[in-house]
């Protein structure tokens, strides 16, 4: 099998670049269509309008309506075809980017994404996440290339909530161990191929920085500003996860969260937060370290990730629906075979459920 690393063609990040967006992205087209919901567009509308108009370039503002689903794609595909538009981009959260990745490629048109939150590493990825109406998880949508342009503005993403800035390093914490997972069972990841040694290096850079930077990063947000700190866990969340996921594979992490999108009580939290538990799950699936575990614990709960089914708002009749979890984390074509081993539906339930029982432990033993 040969192996293959992806990635964007250009990343650019730091306090400010909005302003700079018109002069990178004029080389791409003459006539913009810009995805972004309205709270976005209050904060990003007006820096992206007058670098655009100081670099002469038409564009055109386009709503979304925050599904990333096949009706929402042909939605704003039609309102750019009356405009006109040669290129797309994606400002927001990312099923905002996922949707303008999804257009670009049905339109064969470049695309730019721009992240105003780093709550996923979705930014960088040749892929997008596509839902039902309903915000249950429906399918992956792999596309031939990276995005063109990914631009992000850390000042933009200091004054997000830190609650999706945390999400962020959940979905980032998963990164090195799918990597490591799909490294041994010698998996082909999203890129196509076998994972390389630079991959599953970003991959591991990636857990290494939450670790350290992690809760310096959320403090600093807290209070609205931008560190080096916060810069580290924007390239973590955003570069470093997204090539190292991407060149490498997902695993069970992502597979447990796909399945907790059964349950309408976990719709309310964000993809990180569902994988941050997944990542715990996926440790006790393999039987990693009690060291492992415990460091992964500690994180969570340091930076505000949910470790046990109450923080995740499963309660009552557990039995029945962490098994449904279970049966839909290992359906076919899940990324819970990429796993080095056999995966069933019953190891599954009896992943989470100890995971579950790990996480009240240590809760117990801080109090």
Do not use: W
């Not at 302003?19 to 003459?30: P, R």
């Not at 996923?120 to 998880?137: C, K, M, Q, R």
């Not at 992502?254 to 997944?278: D, M, Q, R």
């Not at 930076?303 to 049966?327: C, H, N, S, W, Y």
């Amino acid at each position: 099998m040969l192996k293959v690393i992806q990635s964007p063609s250009k990343y650019i990040q730091g306090a400010g670049a909005l302003n700079e967006i018109g002069n990178a992205v004029k080389l791409l087209g003459k006539n913009f269509f810009i995805i972004l919901d309205e709270p976005v567009k209050k904060v990003t509308g007006d820096a992206i309008a007058s670098s655009f108009y100081h670099n002469n370039i038409e564009y055109h503002f386009g709503h979304f309506n925050g599904e990333c689903s096949r009706k929402e794609i042909e939605r704003l595909t039609a309102e750019m075809k009356t405009h006109g538009c040669d290129a797309v981009i994606g400002v927001g959260g990312g099923k905002t980017l996922d949707t303008a990745k999804a257009i670009s490629y049905y339109q064969r048109i470049p695309v730019v994404v721009v992240p105003t939150i780093a709550s996923t590493d979705a930014p960088t990825s040749a892929l997008s996440v596509i839902y039902n109406e309903e915000g249950e998880f429906e399918e992956y949508l792999i596309y031939p290339k990276n995005p063109d342009l990914v631009v992000i503005d850390s000042a933009v993403v200091a004054k997000a909530p830190v609650r999706l800035f945390v999400a962020g390093m959940g979905d980032a914490l998963s990164t090195y161990f799918e990597a490591q997972a799909c490294f041994e069972a010698r998996a082909v990841s999203m890129a196509g191929g076998g994972s390389t040694l630079a991959a599953l290096a970003l991959a591991k850079l990636c857990y290494e920085t939450l670790i350290e930077e992690g809760l310096k990063a959320k403090l600093a947000v807290e209070s609205g500003v931008v560190t080096e700190a916060v810069e580290r866990i924007i390239e973590a969340n955003t570069y470093l996860s997204g090539i190292g996921f991407e060149s490498s594979g997902l695993a069970a992490a992502h597979a447990i969260h796909n399945g907790f999108t059964v349950l309408e009580e976990c719709h309310s939290l964000y993809h990180g937060e569902k994988v941050a538990f997944g990542t715990l799950t996926q440790l006790v699936l393999q039987n990693s370290s009690k060291a492992q575990i415990n460091c992964v614990m500690e994180f969570c709960h340091q930076v505000g990730l949910p470790i046990t089914l109450k923080e995740m708002k499963v309660e009552g009749d557990l039995t029945q629906k962490i098994r449904a979890v279970a049966e839909a984390s290992c359906a076919e074509g899940e990324t819970i075979h990429n796993m080095p081993f056999p995966v069933t539906a019953e190891a599954v339930y009896a992943a989470i459920v100890s995971a579950d029982a790990l996480g009240r432990n240590y809760l117990a033993s801080r109090s």
